[in-house]
């Protein structure tokens, strides 16, 4: 059994909030843990610097394929836990399975992971905005098996794949050592699922810490953290990174015609999570 847990998701789906709220329930500061040093019992596990050390000299990330970054990753990730102290929260964006035969994630580092899931209606929404796309473009992009992200100097690609096939990858296999999450549930009981987290963590009951974490990660104060100071994990083509973080907002925005792509696009596992709105139920 390793020691780190994966927060995974699919892109603008939730990890930063989620990966805030463990900061500061574990940290349990007097005050909101800064958005931008989220790395005291957490990290990302694309970032580049991580893989320095096992390439030739002279070389950089950015002239890797992603095989070569893929195979290289099970020995950064061994690195990344054993310099860890006690548990290590990684985020990624990967699916859970391979990449030309090499593993994405670490077997033999792995505790177990958290995995949050948001309506794709609503995730084109943010995907669009955030890497200035059009949502025809963002539909298209979450629909495609061999979407990734770029390979840039501060971050290693990484295979992301579809929204359907990211959320199965995650969640097909009833795991005790994974929690699955939903964004909508996050959003409208967030005492309930939060401590839902607080167990996964092995920590007591504790109402009081439970609801000062849950107020310091909340979506006001994450926005209001970046208005004052930037967030350092912002891509470059977005205005900000938290931008509304309600659910539902595709009734106002995507066309029917949209809609039903989305639906025939990731119809099982939007069923599976029971997102297909009841007026368009086949």
Not at 3 to 13: E, F, L, R
Not at 119 to 141: G, K
């Given at each position: 059994m390793?020691?780190?847990?994966?927060?995974?998701?699919?892109?603008?789906s939730?990890?930063?909030?989620?990966?805030?709220?463990?900061?500061?329930?574990?940290?349990?500061?007097?005050?909101?843990?800064?958005?931008?040093?989220?790395?005291q019992?957490?990290?990302?596990?694309?970032?580049?610097?991580?893989?320095?050390?096992?390439?030739?000299?002279?070389?950089?990330?950015?002239?890797?394929?992603?095989a070569?970054?893929?195979a290289?990753r099970?020995r950064?990730?061994s690195?990344?836990?054993?310099e860890a102290?006690?548990s290590l929260?990684?985020?990624?964006?990967?699916i859970l399975?391979?990449?030309?035969?090499y593993p994405l994630?670490?077997?033999?580092?792995?505790?177990?992971?958290?995995?949050?899931v948001?309506?794709?209606?609503?995730?084109?929404?943010?995907?669009?905005?955030?890497?200035?796309y059009?949502i025809?473009?963002?539909?298209?992009?979450m629909?495609?098996?061999?979407?990734g992200?770029?390979?840039e100097?501060?971050?290693?690609?990484q295979y992301i794949?579809?929204?359907?096939?990211?959320?199965?990858s995650?969640?097909?296999?009833?795991?005790k050592?994974?929690l699955?999450?939903?964004?909508?549930d996050?959003?409208?009981?967030?005492?309930?699922m939060?401590?839902?987290?607080?167990s996964f963590l092995?920590?007591?009951?504790n109402p009081?810490?439970?609801n000062?974490?849950?107020?310091f990660?909340?979506f006001?104060q994450?926005?209001?953290?970046?208005?004052q100071?930037?967030?350092?994990?912002?891509?470059?083509?977005?205005?900000?990174?938290?931008r509304?973080?309600?659910k539902?907002q595709?009734?106002?925005?995507?066309?029917?015609?949209?809609?039903?792509?989305?639906?025939?696009?990731?119809?099982?596992?939007?069923?599976?999570?029971k997102?297909?709105?009841?007026?368009y139920?086949l």
């Amino acid at each position: 059994m390793g020691n780190i847990v994966w927060v995974s998701s699919y892109p603008k789906s939730g990890n930063t909030w989620v990966r805030t709220f463990i900061e500061n329930y574990i940290q349990d500061l007097p005050t909101a843990v800064n958005i931008n040093t989220l790395h005291q019992i957490s990290t990302a596990e694309a970032y580049s610097y991580r893989f320095a050390d096992h390439l030739a000299k002279g070389k950089t990330t950015t002239e890797l394929s992603m095989a070569e970054v893929c195979a290289i990753r099970p020995r950064v990730q061994s690195a990344m836990a054993s310099e860890a102290q006690g548990s290590l929260f990684v985020k990624t964006h990967n699916i859970l399975g391979n990449f030309e035969g090499y593993p994405l994630h670490n077997s033999t580092v792995t505790a177990g992971a958290i995995y949050i899931v948001r309506n794709p209606l609503d995730v084109v929404i943010s995907l669009a905005n955030y890497f200035d796309y059009t949502i025809d473009e963002a539909i298209s992009y979450m629909a495609e098996e061999m979407t990734g992200t770029p390979n840039e100097p501060a971050t290693v690609p990484q295979y992301i794949s579809s929204w359907s096939v990211h959320a199965k990858s995650w969640t097909q296999h009833k795991q005790k050592e994974f929690l699955i999450l939903r964004y909508e549930d996050l959003l409208d009981n967030p005492q309930k699922m939060f401590k839902k987290v607080e167990s996964f963590l092995g920590m007591k009951k504790n109402p009081a810490r439970l609801n000062k974490a849950i107020r310091f990660s909340s979506f006001e104060q994450l926005k209001n953290q970046e208005k004052q100071s930037g967030f350092v994990e912002k891509h470059e083509n977005a205005n900000s990174f938290f931008r509304e973080g309600r659910k539902n907002q595709w009734r106002s925005i995507l066309t029917p015609e949209q809609v039903k792509k989305i639906i025939s696009d990731h119809f099982e596992q939007m069923k599976e999570f029971k997102y297909i709105p009841k007026e368009y139920k086949l």
